[in-house]
């Protein structure tokens, strides 16, 4: 367990293994959430992103793309255990 101190302004500094724990990097963002007796839980903030943003997210500039089906039969082709 690692003990913070509260300043005088009310700011807590976490330690650098807490911060390591935790994924943050200087300029990252932490939320807190109240939780029952007095307690919080801490975890780094993580920015939702969008859908958007896992398109073409696998595509290879030397293949082209795949079809529904195509992506279906290789699917399926996995689940059979077919190389």
Do not use: C
């Not at 089906?69 to 059979?80: L, M, P, S, Y």
């Amino acid at each position: 367990m690692t003990t913070l101190t509260v300043t005088a302004k009310g700011q807590v500094t976490f330690r650098k293994d807490v911060l390591q724990h935790l994924g943050v990097h200087p300029g990252d963002k932490i939320q807190v959430d109240k939780l029952p007796d007095g307690r919080l839980g801490v975890r780094a903030a993580r920015s939702g992103g969008q859908i958007a943003d896992v398109f073409n997210f696998l595509k290879r500039d030397d293949a082209p793309s795949l079809s529904i089906d195509e992506i279906n039969q290789v699917a399926a082709d996995g689940w059979a255990g077919k190389p």
